[in-house]
């Protein structure tokens, strides 16, 4: 049972939006502390996708987003291509646990 | 461009202790005030946050696994070891190292390839 709760999976067909949620607690999103994403395509080390909530890193297309609001937090991805298809975890800082915590993780298909 | 390569035997056995070596290579390695982490993804689950260390030695583990784990650096030689004592077959899992990005900005840039480690006699 993961601190931050994702969905197991998403769909959509290529072209279209999906988001993915985050929902945490008032120990660790709720307190203020940042989010921050993971993309990890089958077989391979994960790579960080969003920081600090909203920001991407050099290289991550602008069809990748995030936010933020309370207890809970979301990416968003439009456009959806094949290479999409990954799964992805949210994660951040739970202070009741003084741990690093991250979610579940959500696989995303593409259809 | 910063490179990460953990190392280790590959499968462990029950109530012994899982050693594992991350060599960083690239963009100043070690440099003064970086932050490592081990983060560990048992096969077809998510990933759990084993522990971090400072470049000046301070650590940070997580509570469900602080009386088994010890991180270390060896700036001398550009690496990050982890060792995990008393394992069982829940440890088994991928192994990862990854540069954290500071001590308030709480995430991880930069991740190596991954070491899958089997605990089974």
């Known amino acids: 049972q993961s601190v931050l709760t994702q969905p197991p999976s998403v769909s959509g067909a290529p072209g279209q939006r999906v988001t993915i949620s985050c929902t945490g607690s008032s120990s660790n999103i709720g307190a203020g502390y940042d989010v921050h994403w993971y993309q990890q395509p089958p077989g391979t080390a994960p790579t960080l996708l969003i920081y600090g909530n909203d920001n991407r890193p050099s290289g991550v297309p602008d069809r990748f987003s995030g936010s933020k609001s309370g207890t809970s937090a979301s990416l968003a991805l439009t456009g959806l291509q094949a290479d999409d298809e990954a799964d992805y975890y949210c994660?951040?800082?739970?202070?009741?646990?003084?741990?690093?915590?991250f979610g579940g993780g959500t696989k995303l298909t593409v259809l | 461009q910063l490179q990460l390569q953990e190392s280790g035997p590959g499968l462990v056995k029950p109530s012994e202790t899982l050693s594992l070596t991350c060599t960083v290579s690239g963009d100043s390695s070690l440099s003064t005030g970086s932050y490592w982490g081990w983060i560990r993804q048992p096969p077809g689950k998510g990933l759990e946050w084993i522990g971090t260390?400072?470049?000046?030695?301070?650590?940070y583990y997580s509570p469900s696994l602080k009386s088994r784990v010890t991180i270390s650096v060896d700036t001398s030689k550009n690496q990050i070891s982890l060792r995990l004592n008393s394992v069982t077959a829940a440890d088994t899992a991928v192994y990862y190292c990854a540069r954290q990005r500071s001590a308030a900005m709480v995430y991880f840039a930069y991740w190596g390839q991954g070491t899958l480690v089997t605990v089974s006699s």
């Open positions: 994660q951040s800082y739970d202070s009741s646990l003084s741990t690093v915590v």
């Open positions: 260390i400072f470049s000046d030695g301070r650590t």
